[in-house]
């Protein structure tokens, strides 16, 4: 939305039509990586939106100061019974943030308001434009009358685009830029006159220090990483792919139970290795050149504690059982 609108408020007759298509050219090929693989996948896969969070869900927590504080995010909310995103949790929920992100929120939008702030006309359609796409679905305390309608077409034909915080960015590029004009012109008032210099002084740091503390508490506290990351790789991963590089060597293995993110070794695994991922509903075929059948009809397949003396078998025990460790394992 920033470039488009960049566009469209300064370019005019066939400059504008020649930037327009050279932008979505450049778009197409940025995004061609995953968009492709993307619709390959719907071809295959079924239709697993109506089974994940609803808009419903995603809208509940838009409210106009969330959205400018940069805290829509419905997943910061999520208490189950320990903050499912900590950093999120800490911004939504600490009283100091919240004060330091309404601090700054006020501060750009002044600076979005002065008549010299530079390109405002791009920056205040910006935010105009957001904010009305994120905030049409709420249907909360001074909620929009249309509410019901953008629900349904978010669970419906927009559905994909259900996740209305995504839009956060925009605004906060805007109040970024707003915040800088307002120190930028505070500044030269203040070099102006020496004695404000003095008395912007004293009254500016206390409130821009609490307020760079307030947005910071995350990395402050240590909560912009999720708990239960690991130090070392398990020794027992390392003992089953030695294992498996000396045993079998070109047949593929097959890591089971499915996770969330199929990430179970690939950085010390020395043979071919396969994981499914817990949420897709693809089944390979099996057929004689399936990764996952080459060798028998039943594919092998080896847990996490697999002994690193005897052959894979097919278990159902969670590999890395008892343990948090991501990557290798996922979080189950």
Not at 25 to 48: H, R
Request: net charge positive; charged share 10%.
């Amino acid at each position: 939305m920033l470039p488009a609108l960049f566009i469209l408020t300064h370019a005019h007759g066939r400059q504008l039509v020649k930037a327009c298509l050279c932008w979505g050219v450049a778009v197409a090929a940025a995004t061609a990586w995953w968009v492709v693989p993307l619709l390959l996948q719907g071809s295959y896969s079924f239709n697993f939106l109506p089974y994940v969070e609803q808009s419903a869900t995603t809208t509940k927590t838009m409210s106009v100061t969330a959205f400018l504080r940069g805290a829509g995010n419905w997943t910061a909310y999520l208490n189950l019974p320990t903050p499912w995103l900590s950093a999120g949790w800490a911004v939504v929920a600490s009283p100091l943030a919240i004060a330091a992100s309404a601090v700054a929120v006020a501060a750009g939008l002044y600076g979005l308001a002065q008549r010299d702030m530079p390109e405002r006309l791009w920056l205040r359609a910006c935010v105009g434009f957001a904010a009305l796409a994120a905030l049409v679905g709420y249907a909360g305390p001074l909620g929009g009358p249309l509410h019901g309608l953008v629900e349904s077409l978010l669970n419906g034909t927009f559905a994909p685009f259900r996740n209305v915080y995504k839009l956060e960015p925009i605004v906060a590029v805007a109040l970024t830029l707003g915040i800088a004009h307002v120190l930028g012109r505070a500044r030269q008032r203040a070099l102006a006159v020496s004695s404000r210099r003095v008395v912007a002084s004293i009254a500016l740091a206390p409130v821009i220090t609490i307020s760079l503390v307030g947005l910071s508490l995350p990395y402050l506290t240590g909560q912009i990483l999720q708990p239960g990351s690991f130090t070392r790789v398990p020794a027992y991963w390392s003992a089953v792919a030695s294992f498996l590089a000396s045993h079998s060597r070109d047949q593929t293995a097959l890591v089971v139970p499915a996770a969330s993110h199929g990430l179970y070794g690939p950085s010390v695994a020395r043979s071919p290795t396969a994981a499914r991922e817990r949420r897709s509903s693809y089944k390979p075929r099996r057929t004689p050149s399936s990764p996952a059948s080459r060798s028998q009809a039943s594919p092998r397949s080896c847990s996490g504690r697999a002994s690193a003396t005897s052959s894979c078998a097919t278990t159902s025990t969670p590999p890395c059982s008892g343990t948090r460790h991501r990557g290798l394992c996922g979080r189950r």
